[in-house]
């Protein structure tokens, strides 16, 4: 009976998130990479872009995967708890895969601040 509305607001609601974190993580982003990659701007532009297409992929992926559902969608109140339930799984994929992130460039930093150290003889 509602499962129009699921559909509309499952995805207005997911499309907000994405977009408002691409800008949210896109900015921070460009101060974070170039302190990883000194001296490299080509480089930074091209890790920056990257993971901006990597991250709307990802997220729109995610959300069209999870879509379809199979409970029941008789009520308001099954609506908000299958928005809810699907929306909080995804913030918690991309919350993950955030980390996962800046777990790696943090070891390319210091892979990067090792190979620039010399050698103590």
């Given at each position: 009976?509602?499962?129009?509305?699921?559909?509309?607001?499952?995805?207005?609601?997911?499309?907000?998130?994405?977009?408002?974190?691409?800008?949210?993580?896109?900015?921070?982003?460009?101060h974070f990479l170039p302190d990883t990659f000194p001296g490299h701007p080509e480089?930074?532009?091209?890790?920056?872009?990257?993971?901006?297409?990597?991250?709307?992929?990802?997220?729109?992926?995610?959300?069209?995967?999870?879509?379809?559902?199979?409970?029941?969608?008789?009520?308001?109140?099954?609506?908000?708890?299958?928005?809810?339930?699907?929306?909080?799984?995804?913030?918690?994929?991309?919350?993950?895969?955030?980390?996962?992130?800046?777990?790696?460039?943090?070891?390319?930093?210091?892979?990067?601040?090792?190979?620039?150290?010399?050698?103590?003889?």
């Amino acid at each position: 009976m509602y499962l129009a509305h699921y559909y509309i607001v499952y995805s207005v609601l997911c499309m907000a998130l994405i977009v408002f974190l691409a800008v949210v993580l896109h900015r921070a982003g460009n101060h974070f990479l170039p302190d990883t990659f000194p001296g490299h701007p080509e480089l930074v532009r091209g890790v920056s872009h990257m993971l901006y297409i990597g991250f709307y992929l990802v997220s729109f992926g995610y959300v069209t995967l999870t879509m379809q559902t199979f409970m029941p969608m008789d009520t308001i109140a099954q609506v908000a708890y299958v928005i809810t339930y699907k929306a909080g799984s995804f913030l918690l994929l991309l919350g993950c895969l955030h980390f996962f992130n800046l777990f790696l460039l943090l070891l390319v930093r210091r892979r990067g601040a090792a190979l620039a150290t010399p050698a103590a003889s």
